[in-house]
């Protein structure tokens, strides 16, 4: 079965400062990886996603994530935070031979602090 | 940039109504997906769409749920009878393609409260 891990439920940073919020992940075949963020009162936004090829990827508002098969990681990385990145972040896992179904962590809410 | 919407944003119900949630999804995008998160808890797949079929479901998604595109803009999650745990928020997301590395894009959600 497919899983996913966030094993901080919170993570607090100074503005400024880089930012890592961690993902490990557990999944039979090639894993597809993403990360969401969700705003109060909004959806889900896409940030970023594996697929294949290079380890760094990077997405939207600076963000990135560095993939790590031999540790089964995805941690979600930015070198300065902002205080607009205050948010929940979502990692996401989908599996070859899982269908089109996401399974999601838990979630890790960001608090960056002025 | 294009983005999937919902309606409504918020719904009280009394337990055992029928609720139909609704979404607009991104307009060249074929599979249409629901997906729901009670409050503290994981996002949680429900179920996905193509060509006016379900394509995948999970256990969750009991005879109580139905799905539908009833036009060529709207995809609907039916409740037909209520309970006090389908209290949650409903997300509806949308992609072009099916591939497991496709992006879906979320819409803002409907938070439904069953009294």
């Known amino acids: 079965a497919q899983s996913v891990a966030q094993p901080e439920d919170q993570v607090n940073v100074a503005e400024g400062n880089p930012l890592t919020v961690k993902c490990t992940y557990s999944?039979?075949?090639?894993?597809?990886l993403f990360w969401y963020v969700q705003y109060p009162n909004r959806g889900l936004q896409f940030l970023l996603k594996?697929?294949?090829?290079?380890?760094l990827v990077k997405g939207s508002y600076g963000f990135e994530a560095e993939f790590n098969k031999s540790q089964t990681s995805f941690h979600l990385k930015k070198p300065s935070a902002l205080v607009s990145d205050s948010a929940l972040y979502f990692c996401?896992?989908?599996?070859?031979?899982?269908?089109?179904?996401?399974?999601f962590g838990p979630g890790t809410r960001l608090s960056v602090l002025p | 940039e294009p983005e999937v919407t919902q309606t409504p944003s918020h719904q009280v119900t009394q337990m055992g109504q029928e609720v139909i949630l609704r979404c607009v999804p991104i307009s060249n995008h074929l599979y249409f997906y629901w997906y729901r998160q009670i409050l503290g808890q994981k996002v949680e797949f429900l179920v996905s769409f193509y060509n006016n079929e379900i394509s995948e479901k999970s256990e969750i998604f009991d005879d109580q749920f139905s799905v539908e595109r009833p036009d060529g803009s709207n995809f609907t999650l039916k409740i037909r009878s209520t309970k006090l745990e389908d209290s949650a928020m409903y997300f509806c997301?949308?992609?072009?393609?099916?591939?497991?590395?496709?992006?879906?894009?979320f819409g803002p959600g409907t938070r439904l409260l069953v009294l």
């Open positions: 594996y697929i294949t090829g290079d380890n």
């Open positions: 997301a949308s992609s072009e393609e099916r591939e497991v590395w496709e992006t879906q894009y």
């Open positions: 996401a896992v989908r599996g070859d031979n899982y269908g089109q179904n996401f399974v």
């Open positions: 999944v039979s075949g090639n894993p597809y």
